[in-house]
């Protein structure tokens, strides 16, 4: 009897080492190169230069200002926030034309972990993508945001960030950049519309390249004109696109 039982004490410690030893076999390393954190490089010196072009709705609707412009954005030095995370600033230069001088606006900042990347844009904190990436993924990208936030365009009070609901509608899209054609992520981040309001916002980065273009519709109206175009019935608000031209 108590030869049966040592053998058998045995016999489990036995089937232990071996279930273990099988664990730690078939464990896999994870492969970060497909996390897609290459569409949202971030390394100081990087810089990008947009043209801008907007069309601003003004005066219930009877001002519409149409006008062109140039943003530069070139990622500055890094510092340790609260929490220990390096961020880096992002400088932000402006010009009407293109033979004009680069004018320094400001400084927004931007940082990326495992799985987030996150862009402070005057103080508004939005949370550009996850990792890692997959087509139909949805997250809260304004969740640091008050969503009843008011912002000033062209002296009106506007609420744009209500209902924002991000969705990584594509991770491989084919983009036209510069005569090349490049993979894409496309990036919808509302697109809501109402008798009073619409909202629609894209975001399209570039493999290796990060934010290639952005296209944001944020109109009101007073609702007295429900079968008429946005263009028609829009009384106060914006419609912008950035297209990336240039980066180092």
């Given at each position: 009897m108590i030869k049966f039982n040592i053998n058998y004490g045995f016999l489990i410690c036995f089937l232990l080492v071996t279930g273990l030893s099988s664990c730690t076999s078939e464990t896999e390393s994870i492969d970060e190169s497909k996390f897609g954190y290459d569409f949202f490089p971030v390394t100081q010196g990087k810089s990008w230069i947009y043209a801008s072009d907007s069309i601003i709705y003004d005066n219930n609707g009877a001002k519409?200002?149409?006008?062109?412009?140039?943003?530069?954005?070139?990622?500055?030095?890094?510092?340790?926030?609260?929490?220990?995370?390096?961020?880096?600033?992002?400088?932000?230069?402006?010009?009407?034309?293109?033979?004009?001088?680069?004018?320094?606006?400001?400084?927004?900042?931007?940082f990326t972990d495992k799985t987030r990347a996150i862009r402070t844009e005057e103080n508004l904190k939005f949370v550009k993508l996850v990792f890692p990436i997959?087509?139909?993924?949805?997250?809260?990208?304004?969740?640091?945001?008050?969503?009843?936030?008011?912002?000033?365009v062209a002296g009106e009070t506007i609420e744009p960030y209500k209902n924002w609901k991000y969705k990584m509608e594509e991770i491989d899209a084919d983009y036209n950049f510069n005569n090349q054609t490049v993979a894409a992520l496309v990036i919808n981040q509302v697109d809501e519309t109402s008798i009073i309001d619409r909202r629609k916002v894209k975001e399209y980065y570039g493999k290796g390249i990060g934010l290639l273009k952005k296209e944001m519709t944020i109109l009101d109206s007073d609702g007295s004109k429900p079968t008429e175009t946005w263009e028609k019935k829009a009384q106060k608000g914006f419609v912008t696109t950035w297209t990336l031209i240039e980066v180092k």
């Amino acid at each position: 009897m108590i030869k049966f039982n040592i053998n058998y004490g045995f016999l489990i410690c036995f089937l232990l080492v071996t279930g273990l030893s099988s664990c730690t076999s078939e464990t896999e390393s994870i492969d970060e190169s497909k996390f897609g954190y290459d569409f949202f490089p971030v390394t100081q010196g990087k810089s990008w230069i947009y043209a801008s072009d907007s069309i601003i709705y003004d005066n219930n609707g009877a001002k519409i200002d149409t006008f062109r412009s140039f943003i530069k954005e070139e990622i500055g030095e890094s510092f340790l926030d609260e929490e220990g995370k390096t961020v880096y600033k992002v400088y932000r230069y402006f010009k009407r034309k293109a033979t004009d001088n680069w004018s320094r606006t400001n400084t927004w900042t931007v940082f990326t972990d495992k799985t987030r990347a996150i862009r402070t844009e005057e103080n508004l904190k939005f949370v550009k993508l996850v990792f890692p990436i997959s087509k139909g993924l949805r997250w809260d990208g304004n969740v640091f945001l008050d969503k009843d936030i008011k912002i000033q365009v062209a002296g009106e009070t506007i609420e744009p960030y209500k209902n924002w609901k991000y969705k990584m509608e594509e991770i491989d899209a084919d983009y036209n950049f510069n005569n090349q054609t490049v993979a894409a992520l496309v990036i919808n981040q509302v697109d809501e519309t109402s008798i009073i309001d619409r909202r629609k916002v894209k975001e399209y980065y570039g493999k290796g390249i990060g934010l290639l273009k952005k296209e944001m519709t944020i109109l009101d109206s007073d609702g007295s004109k429900p079968t008429e175009t946005w263009e028609k019935k829009a009384q106060k608000g914006f419609v912008t696109t950035w297209t990336l031209i240039e980066v180092k």
